[in-house]
């Protein structure tokens, strides 16, 4: 499991515990791909030094060079791939402007003006070597009046654009959602109900592992 690079920020910080304990790891290579000093310094324009299978230079790590080729597999833990970020308030929704919401690049080029370019970048480099875990799907109030048909429509559209970078996309099994939805259980949000938030537990991110890991290491 040393050979595979594990790419994220608070959500990985949060998976963690659980990684280390379904791998029997007690320190494995991450990097930092997320999180607020990369959204900042990619919002500003901040783009990441490439030399063939080498990158990094980013805004949380600016003196750091990771060499993809060495190793097996590149999993994304979040990567800023989270509903809030599209449809947070969302009330009424026509297709047109789902359409125009999640288009062919809105998962690498974001509502908020970062680019996403770890998840471009990466997977042309290493070409399927890449897997993405995303945000978890997150209970609050504010997430629970979007339709569960645009949190559906939001997540065909990754299922298709991961298919389409040659990236592995894990989804959270059916045992941590709430019934047909497609929102997490309350008991494994780690904050207030009310808050919007997509941080859960670590018994969340235990079952999850446990679900996925043969076939992530496979």
Request: charged share 20%; hydrophobic share 35%; net charge positive.
């Amino acid at each position: 499991m040393r050979d595979i690079l594990w790419c994220g920020a608070s959500h990985l910080g949060s998976a963690k515990p659980a990684i280390q304990s379904q791998f029997n790891l007690s320190d494995f290579p991450y990097y930092i791909t997320a999180g607020p000093r990369n959204s900042r310094w990619s919002g500003s324009g901040g783009r990441y030094f490439r030399d063939g299978a080498s990158v990094g230079k980013n805004g949380h790590q600016p003196d750091k060079i990771i060499d993809l080729s060495a190793y097996s597999q590149i999993v994304f833990v979040g990567q800023w791939i989270k509903p809030a970020r599209y449809l947070a308030g969302v009330k009424l929704m026509s297709d047109e402007l789902l359409e125009q919401v999640f288009h062919e690049n809105c998962f690498v080029h974001l509502p908020t003006g970062v680019l996403n370019e770890p998840l471009s970048l990466f997977p042309e480099i290493m070409p399927g070597r890449c897997a993405l875990i995303p945000d978890p799907l997150p209970y609050s109030a504010e997430m629970a009046a979007v339709p569960d048909s645009y949190l559906r429509f939001m997540y065909s559209r990754l299922s298709d654009f991961c298919q389409k970078k040659g990236i592995r996309l894990f989804m959270p099994p059916a045992e941590l959602l709430q019934g047909d939805r497609l929102l997490t259980k309350k008991e494994y949000c780690r904050k207030r109900l009310r808050d919007s938030n997509s941080h859960c537990s670590n018994d969340y991110w235990k079952i999850f592992f446990s679900k996925i890991g043969a076939e992530l290491i496979g």
